[in-house]
C-alpha cells in the first residue's frame, strides 16, 4: 500500500476538520479526493505528509509510519500544494533546480532531470523567465514542474488548476496521466467533478472530514437510483398533466420550477421518448429537451442532500 490512513482525527480548536477519516492509495492509481470547500481535503493531504499535527489516527506511507522526520520516506514523494510556492529571485529553471536540489545531489544527475521536468510541463522557452513574467497558468506548470522533477513514487496534488485558464489545466491534466503512466501514484485533490471524472482511476468522496464514498466513477454512479435525467426548459405545465408524467415508467421524481421541469429516472431505454410522447399527447408547449446522465454531483447530492458545487 503506498499510502494507508487509518481512523485519523483532526481538530481545529471545536470544528472537527477530519472525522475519523480512513483512505487507502494504491500503487500506480489516480486517486481523486474530491469534496466541497471545507470538506476537509487539506487537512487530509497536510496530515498524510506529517505538515500537520493531528489528534489520534494513524498514517503510514509505503508501509512505514510517516513521522515528521521520516526523510526517507518523504524523499519518494512529490507535492504540488494549493498555493504556488516559487521564489521570486530565481528563473524558472533555477527554481526547479533549487526543489530537485533538496533530494538530487548530483549536479549532472540534476540538470538531466530538470530539463525533463521543464519539458514535460513546457516551459523550456520561459527558463530564463522570472516568476512574476508568468501568467497564472505558467506559474502552476512552473509549481508543478517543482514538485515532480525529483521523479517522486508519490505525487500529491492539491487542487492545482485552481485559477487555471482552460489550456493550462488541459496541460495540467494531460501530464498528470502521463506522469502516472509513467509510474507514478497520484493523489489529486479538487472539487471540480470534472477533473475527477477525467483523470482519476478510483475516487474518494469526502463530506465534513468523513469517507463517505468510494469507488471508480462507475462504481459510485451506480450507487445512486438516478441513471437518466431530462430537462425540458420554457415550458408551461399543468398538475394533471405532470401526474401523467409520473405514470411514466422507471420515472421516480418530477420537478417543476421557474419554466423548467426536471424529470428522473432510475434507467430504462426510451425515457426521452415516453416523456416527449406524453408531452405531445397533454399537448403541452415547451423549448429545448435534454438528456444527462449521472454526474458525481448527482452522486454526492444523492448522498448528502446538497450540491458538490460552491
Ligand atoms: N488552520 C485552521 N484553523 C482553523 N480551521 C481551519 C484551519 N484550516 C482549515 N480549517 C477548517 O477546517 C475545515 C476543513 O478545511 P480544509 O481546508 O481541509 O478543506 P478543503 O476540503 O481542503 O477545502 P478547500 O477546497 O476550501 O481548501 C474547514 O471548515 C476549514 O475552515
Request: glycine content about 6%; aromatic content about 6%.
Given at each position: 500500500?503506498?499510502?494507508?490512513?487509518?481512523n485519523?482525527?483532526?481538530?481545529?480548536?471545536?470544528l472537527?476538520?477530519?472525522?475519523?477519516?480512513?483512505?487507502?492509495?494504491?500503487?500506480?492509481?489516480?486517486?481523486?479526493?474530491?469534496?466541497p470547500?471545507?470538506?476537509?481535503?487539506?487537512?487530509?493531504?497536510?496530515?498524510?505528509?506529517?505538515?500537520?499535527?493531528?489528534?489520534?489516527?494513524?498514517?503510514?506511507?509505503?508501509?512505514?509510519?510517516?513521522?515528521?522526520?521520516?526523510?526517507?520516506l518523504?524523499?519518494?514523494?512529490g507535492?504540488?500544494?494549493?498555493?504556488?510556492?516559487?521564489?521570486?529571485?530565481?528563473?524558472?529553471?533555477?527554481?526547479?533546480?533549487?526543489?530537485?536540489?533538496?533530494?538530487?545531489?548530483?549536479?549532472?544527475?540534476?540538470?538531466?532531470?530538470?530539463?525533463?521536468?521543464?519539458?514535460?510541463?513546457?516551459?523550456?522557452e520561459?527558463?530564463?523567465?522570472?516568476?512574476?513574467?508568468?501568467?497564472?497558468?505558467?506559474?502552476?506548470?512552473?509549481?508543478?514542474?517543482?514538485?515532480?522533477?525529483?521523479k517522486?513514487?508519490?505525487?500529491?496534488?492539491d487542487e492545482?488548476?485552481?485559477?487555471?485558464?482552460?489550456?493550462?489545466?488541459?496541460?495540467?491534466?494531460?501530464?498528470?496521466?502521463?506522469?502516472?503512466?509513467?509510474?507514478?501514484?497520484?493523489?489529486?485533490?479538487?472539487?471540480y467533478?470534472?477533473?475527477?471524472?477525467?483523470?482519476?482511476?478510483?475516487?474518494?468522496?469526502?463530506?465534513?472530514?468523513?469517507?463517505?464514498a468510494?469507488?471508480?466513477?462507475?462504481?459510485?454512479?451506480?450507487?445512486?437510483?438516478?441513471?437518466?435525467?431530462?430537462?425540458?426548459?420554457?415550458i408551461?405545465?399543468?398538475?394533471?398533466?405532470?401526474?401523467?408524467l409520473?405514470?411514466?415508467e422507471?420515472?421516480?421524481?418530477?420537478?417543476?420550477?421557474?419554466?423548467?421541469?426536471?424529470?428522473?429516472?432510475?434507467?430504462?431505454?426510451?425515457?426521452?421518448?415516453?416523456?416527449?410522447?406524453t408531452?405531445?399527447?397533454?399537448?403541452?408547449?415547451?423549448?429545448?429537451?435534454?438528456?444527462?446522465?449521472p454526474?458525481?454531483?448527482?452522486?454526492f447530492?444523492?448522498?448528502?442532500?446538497?450540491?458538490?458545487?460552491?
Amino acid at each position: 500500500m503506498i499510502v494507508h490512513v487509518d481512523n485519523l482525527v483532526k481538530r481545529y480548536g471545536d470544528l472537527l476538520a477530519l472525522d475519523h477519516l480512513n483512505m487507502d492509495v494504491e500503487k500506480g492509481e489516480i486517486l481523486g479526493l474530491l469534496g466541497p470547500n471545507g470538506s476537509g481535503k487539506t487537512t487530509a493531504i497536510n496530515c498524510i505528509l506529517a505538515l500537520l499535527q493531528y489528534d489520534k489516527g494513524n498514517i503510514s506511507l509505503f508501509d512505514q509510519p510517516m513521522a515528521p522526520d521520516a526523510y526517507d520516506l518523504k524523499r519518494r514523494i512529490g507535492v504540488v500544494l494549493q498555493n504556488v510556492a516559487v521564489f521570486e529571485e530565481l528563473t524558472v529553471y533555477e527554481n526547479i533546480d533549487y526543489f530537485c536540489s533538496l533530494y538530487v545531489k548530483e549536479s549532472a544527475k540534476r540538470k538531466q532531470l530538470v530539463e525533463e521536468a521543464l519539458r514535460f510541463v513546457e516551459l523550456q522557452e520561459f527558463s530564463k523567465y522570472r516568476p512574476s513574467k508568468l501568467s497564472g497558468g505558467l506559474l502552476r506548470r512552473l509549481n508543478i514542474a517543482c514538485g515532480i522533477a525529483h521523479k517522486p513514487d508519490l505525487l500529491i496534488m492539491d487542487e492545482p488548476t485552481v485559477a487555471v485558464d482552460p489550456q493550462s489545466r488541459n496541460a495540467i491534466l494531460e501530464g498528470i496521466k502521463k506522469l502516472n503512466a509513467l509510474g507514478t501514484t497520484i493523489i489529486y485533490t479538487s472539487h471540480y467533478m470534472e477533473e475527477v471524472e477525467q483523470i482519476c482511476t478510483r475516487i474518494i468522496v469526502l463530506d465534513k472530514g468523513k469517507q463517505i464514498a468510494k469507488g471508480t466513477k462507475e462504481q459510485l454512479k451506480n450507487m445512486i437510483a438516478l441513471k437518466e435525467k431530462i430537462t425540458v426548459e420554457q415550458i408551461h405545465i399543468t398538475a394533471p398533466q405532470i401526474a401523467q408524467l409520473k405514470q411514466l415508467e422507471n420515472l421516480y421524481e418530477c420537478n417543476y420550477q421557474g419554466e423548467t421541469l426536471e424529470a428522473k429516472f432510475t434507467g430504462g431505454n426510451h425515457n426521452l421518448l415516453h416523456l416527449m410522447e406524453t408531452l405531445q399527447r397533454e399537448a403541452v408547449a415547451f423549448g429545448k429537451v435534454y438528456s444527462e446522465k449521472p454526474t458525481l454531483n448527482d452522486v454526492f447530492l444523492e448522498i448528502t442532500g446538497k450540491e458538490l458545487r460552491d
